[in-house]
């Protein structure tokens, strides 16, 4: 049962959107609490929202709806769950893990917002499959109303952005970064099933080699959650031998899509 005194937004995300949800909490409305699922995935998160400031608290997926139930909060409540990295090797269990937190989350969230793109054409149907439901589910779209890509078109701006930059980049095999991937590549590299062990370099050096990857492009969002972004880049570079291309990324798309979702939830509460 939804709580009448407050609005509740649930916000699933991959893990790579973590800075970017931290960027539009900031941009507000604040929310009048922050409630984070506690699935072993959110510590990074957590991190990154006791750096800034921001108070929030952790229960597991059961005891959200009773703890919301016995609260009474004007406002906005955000509950957020983290997706792992490692479900982007099984589009299939990807699709099925983003379905089951919005099955969980409806009974008490009035709209849920997806960080999250195509990923693989997986997500595609997710907006109208749940389309006669009462509550709201939105994803990731560019302005002209087309669902992004991925992670790396959402900060670029959208499919268009996207194609632009991939032929910008014809003639050498670009492998992107931004600063949460930075973060990651490793695991990404394990869940992609480019190496059994994310420290065995000579493998995925190997892979790259075989796919005809030679460049780096490192896309700066300007956001700054993640710590030491640019010797990141050029560690990964250093180790399989790549030239870095400068890139200019943006939350813009984000921020919109979420001001868009949190208004349309808002009226209709």
């Known amino acids: 049962m939804k709580n009448k005194s407050s609005t509740n937004i649930g916000i699933v995300l991959c893990k790579i959107f973590e800075d970017e949800l931290i960027h539009i909490i900031q ?8 409630l984070i699922i506690d699935n072993g995935e959110a510590d990074n998160f957590t991190e990154k929202l006791d750096s800034q400031g921001l108070p929030y608290s952790k229960f597991k ?10 609260e009474e909060t004007n406002g906005i409540v955000l509950i957020i ?8 090797a099984h589009p299939n269990k990807l699709k099925e893990s983003v379905y089951e937190s919005i099955n969980e989350m409806s009974s008490y969230c009035n709209g849920i917002f997806l960080l999250y793109g195509l990923c693989g054409n997986v997500l595609a ?20 109303g087309i669902i992004v890509d991925d992670c790396i078109a959402a900060v670029l701006g959208g499919r268009k952005e996207y194609l632009k930059t991939l032929k910008s980049c014809r ?6 970064l931004t600063p949460m991937w930075a973060a990651n590549w490793r695991d990404m590299a394990k869940s992609a099933g480019m190496c059994a062990d994310p420290y065995d370099d000579e493998m995925s050096k190997f892979v790259f080699e075989q796919v005809g990857y030679n460049t780096v492009g490192k896309i700066d969002t300007g956001l700054n959650y993640e710590r030491d972004f640019h010797q990141k880049v050029e560690e990964f570079a250093k180790i399989f031998n790549f030239k870095i291309v400068d890139m200019n990324g943006s939350p813009k798309l984000i921020e919109k899509c979420y001001q868009e ?3 349309n939830v808002v009226e209709s509460d």
């Open 27 to 34: 941009k507000g409305p604040l929310p009048k609490n922050i």
């Open 61 to 70: 997926q059961k005891e959200i709806e009773p703890y919301l139930n016995q």
């Open 81 to 88: 769950h983290i997706l792992e990295l490692a479900l982007h």
């Open 125 to 144: 149907d997710v907006e109208s499959e749940y389309n006669s439901s009462e509550t709201a589910v939105k994803i990731l779209r560019d302005d002209e």
């Open 171 to 176: 003639g050498s095999g670009t492998f992107f």
């Open 261 to 263: 979702f949190l208004n």
